[in-house]
């Protein structure tokens, strides 16, 4: 368990939590990562996650399993800095064109989520009967589109497609760390996909540190996974991410009050931070 040890009398008067990512400028390290098929929780969706995200001046990052496709949420939060997450199908030449929308939409990275080569078996889904509009359920689309023959070279070919930054998002480990850096990726997302996929393994806050001493600076380490408050950012910051991101929090705040409810969440947890921030030195 990590704990946070204050320093005491120093000149905190002065804060700034403002951070670059690509090159891009963020009000905060405090990000908005991919969750599928936000429309269930608000009937503007995506739509209004990214737009809150952008009103807070920071980044919000769309799913391919959205309900709102990559030009709407580009249409509707034109001024929203935004990177798409991207899984890689059996249909290679869709892979690619959901690449070119993003390109041409205007998103600036692609995140490739490496950690599911098939869906963990989620057993709130099984309890509350989930399935899509088409009565099938989410493994079977998986099972039917994702390509479970993946391997590191198709990292590196997704790469060479593009001229964006790509994002390796479902690192735990260091040895999957340097692959990915050899793969030529602009930064590693630690991520155990809010542990749905494998009983068992560390919160990423615990493989962190990890993580961030193989990459040694080489690029940016992104983390995810049960931050709900300004402490536990605090302390995956100090532990070396260069950026935090939210999905479950953005999402409850979509579904209390859509737009403004995911900007209240973000503005608790920016304030929660600088709280944290000053009262630790």
Not at 68 to 83: G, H, R
Not at 204 to 228: K, Y
Request: aromatic share 8%; with cysteine.
């Amino acid at each position: 368990r990590w704990y946070i040890i204050p320093r005491m009398l120093r000149d905190v008067s002065s804060m700034n939590l403002r951070t670059t990512v690509f090159g891009h400028q963020l009000s905060m390290p405090i990000a908005v990562a991919p969750t599928a098929m936000q429309k269930m929780a608000h009937p503007l969706g995506e739509c209004a996650n990214a737009a809150a995200a952008g009103k807070h001046g920071t980044l919000f990052t769309l799913s391919t399993i959205s309900t709102s496709s990559i030009e709407e949420v580009a249409q509707y939060a034109p001024d929203t800095l935004k990177f798409f997450q991207l899984y890689i199908y059996k249909d290679r030449a869709l892979t690619l064109q959901l690449v070119r929308r993003a390109e041409q939409a205007g998103y600036r990275a692609i995140v490739l989520t490496i950690d599911a080569p098939n869906f963990g078996i989620r057993r709130a889904d099984l309890r509350n009967g989930f399935t899509l509009p088409n009565k099938s359920s989410i493994h079977d689309y998986v099972k039917t589109l994702f390509d479970q023959s993946l391997t590191w070279k198709d990292l590196e070919a997704l790469v060479a497609s593009t001229a964006l930054p790509v994002v390796a998002k479902g690192v735990l480990s260091r040895a999957d760390a340097k692959l990915a850096l050899k793969a030529g990726v602009a930064a590693v997302w630690v991520s155990n996909h809010g542990g749905r996929q494998i009983d068992g393994v560390p919160p990423t806050i615990e493989a962190l540190p990890h993580i961030v001493a193989e990459v040694n600076g080489r690029c940016p380490v992104f983390v995810d996974g049960g931050f709900t408050e300004g402490a536990s950012i605090f302390k995956a910051l100090a532990l070396g991410a260069s950026l935090v991101f939210v999905g479950r929090p953005a999402v409850w705040g979509l579904a209390v009050a859509g737009e403004q409810g995911v900007y209240n969440v973000l503005d608790i947890l920016k304030k929660e931070l600088e709280n944290i921030m000053c009262n630790a030195g």
